[in-house]
């Protein structure tokens, strides 16, 4: 069964001789992260070469449609049907959003939680029910939003905290999402997010760019290279992590050469490199 560790890029079919050309003993890019609801029923010529890169790639699955704060019941047949296809490619690592997708049907966005005490209460109890289907536990990530819950009776990074504690399970840290979020909601430091983050629950990050639709708006869209200050605020996350964590660049749009991909995976391996540096240091 292959480890996850390094860093890490999506996988997207039109990457797939990419991917075939490389191996993580040879490459920078040491895994790769599908979401499994695109390749359950996924068959031809697209799976045949997704099977060719998972012989040669870790894998990590990251779930887009569970709703985990969701209101309609769970997706039982679906979540085993995510545990057959994890089982099928030996892959023990899977995270969901921290937020709904659903109501009577899908949405087809993903919905900010409202921060309150009987929220953290009825996601956490949904996410111990995913935890014990999938027999393993998982890692929620915090999500990207662009309004506010009209009840809150905490903010986000300690809703984030509770529910984690509630579920005892892990935390899919996403950083552009942390720094999205500053920006859009007037937060002044988004180093703050990670000061007071559990960072010893953290065993996953994103790294993404976004869309910067006016100074005080930006979006989440993954279609653009990483800006200078989230590079920033990841090179700030990895001196607080006790040890590196895998890191995943995620690009849904507007692909570039996949050399230009590559180097965005090798900056990420190289700060990881230097905080592993630092802590050695401080030993």
């Keep these: 069964m292959k480890t996850l560790y390094g860093a890490g890029l999506g996988y997207k079919r039109s990457m797939a001789e990419d991917f075939m050309a490389r191996t993580p003993e040879t490459g920078v890019i040491k895994f790769i992260e599908i979401a499994p609801e695109n390749w359950l029923r996924m068959g031809g010529a697209a799976r045949l070469k997704f099977d060719a890169v998972a012989e040669r790639f870790p894998i990590a699955c990251h779930g887009l449609s569970l709703s985990l704060g969701g209101q309609d019941p769970l997706q039982i047949d679906f979540l085993k049907q995510i545990k057959a296809f994890m089982q099928q490619y030996h892959i023990r690592f899977f995270s969901e959003h921290l937020s709904y997708c659903s109501h009577h049907g899908h949405v087809y966005d993903l919905l900010p939680l409202p921060f309150t005490e009987e929220s953290v209460q009825h996601t956490a109890a949904r996410i111990r029910t995913v935890q014990d ?40 840290l996403d950083v552009n999402n942390v720094y999205v979020n500053a920006i859009n909601h007037g937060i002044v430091q988004p180093q703050d997010y990670i000061d007071r983050i559990d960072i010893d629950r953290v065993n996953y990050i994103h790294m993404a760019g976004h869309d910067e639709e006016h100074a005080n708006l ?14 920033d605020l990841f090179a700030y996350t990895c001196t607080k992590l006790p040890h590196n964590v895998p890191t995943l660049l995620e690009r849904d749009s507007n692909l570039p050469p996949f050399e230009e991909l590559e180097a965005e995976v090798a900056r990420i391996a190289a700060i990881q490199q230097q905080a592993e540096e630092q802590r050695h240091a401080a030993a």
């Design 133 to 172: 289907i999938l027999e393993q536990r998982i890692a929620i990530e915090n999500t990207s939003y662009y309004a506010h819950s009209p009840i809150a009776e905490m903010d986000e990074v300690d809703f984030l905290n509770a529910v984690a504690r509630e579920a005892d399970c892990a935390i899919h």
């Design 218 to 231: 930006l979006i989440d869209t993954h279609g653009q290279p990483v800006c200078a200050d989230v590079w």
